[in-house]
């Protein structure tokens, strides 16, 4: 299992205590309170898979007043993972330390308003379809004490972690393509429109066809706006084939509504002209 990336100082405090290490228990456990997290601005992940797609998350922090957090030896962040913090099957998190700003101080408290950014590579974070799912938010404080030479070594480090804060789907991406002919077309004649849906397979890190899921068939006459025309299923490999009657000029696309594991996509038009 990868390591969580919070910066330097929580990378190297994981990469020795290792992420699935027992969190301190409760009686030495930070009094801090993660609150309102919010992943993606409530929206799901699409992921495809090549491109790094960054993630932000909000959350408000209550801290004890004299607990310092300079992310070095005091740090904290939310983190995403899948499964439970016990045996987590997958986990990402920010690069870099969040942002946090105080909003209200009491005697023994300060709460903040932090901002940060989860960063999501397929090639990196993602393994196979079962990572199209539904993931959680975690809480991570650490505190890390450590001494370093080139002859000597000292390392303490605490983590706790609290767990489904709140959740985000992730999904595969989906790629979508229309093809009308023949071009132009004869009135009254038929057209065969053709395309193919197909959606991430990070596994091996292409797109592979996705077949036995409706996609709609859609129309805008020229001047006008898309209507729909036909649902088909997507074939071997997510091939797409149909046919139509050529009645006026105007662009066909494909829409595919998107699955609990696969993004919607929407493909471009095909201008016909009908003479």
Known sequence: MRKLAIG?????????????????????????????VTVNKGKAV??????????????TLTRPKDLVIDQEKNFQAVMLYRGTLRSADNEVGPDAPPVCKTAVTTDTTVTENCTEK???????????????????AAGV??????????????????????????????????RLTVNATPEPAVKGRTLTVKGSLTRADWEHGTYRGYQGV??????????????????????TKGALSTTVKATRSGTYRFVFAGTATTA????????????
């Open 141 to 174: 404080y650490g505190h890390s004490d450590s001494v370093f030479s080139d002859d000597y070594l000292h390392s303490e480090n605490d983590i706790t972690m609290w767990g489904n804060l709140a959740s985000v789907k992730v999904q595969r991406a989906a």
């Open 8 to 36: 330097a100082a929580l990378s190297g405090t994981l990469a020795l205590a290792g992420l699935a290490a027992p969190a301190a228990s409760a009686a030495d456990a930070p009094d801090l309170t993660f609150a309102g």
């Open 118 to 136: 989860v960063v999501v590579d397929p090639e990196e974070a993602l393994f196979d379809a079962s990572d199209a799912t539904t993931w959680k």
């Open 46 to 59: 699409t992921v495809g898979t090549t491109d790094t797609v960054t993630v932000p998350v909000s959350y």
């Open 214 to 235: 409706k996609v709609v068939l859609q129309f805008k006459a020229d001047g006008g706006s898309y209507v729909n025309v036909k649902g088909i299923t997507s074939g």
């Open 264 to 275: 919607a996509k929407t493909s471009a038009g095909d201008h016909v002209t009908v003479k």
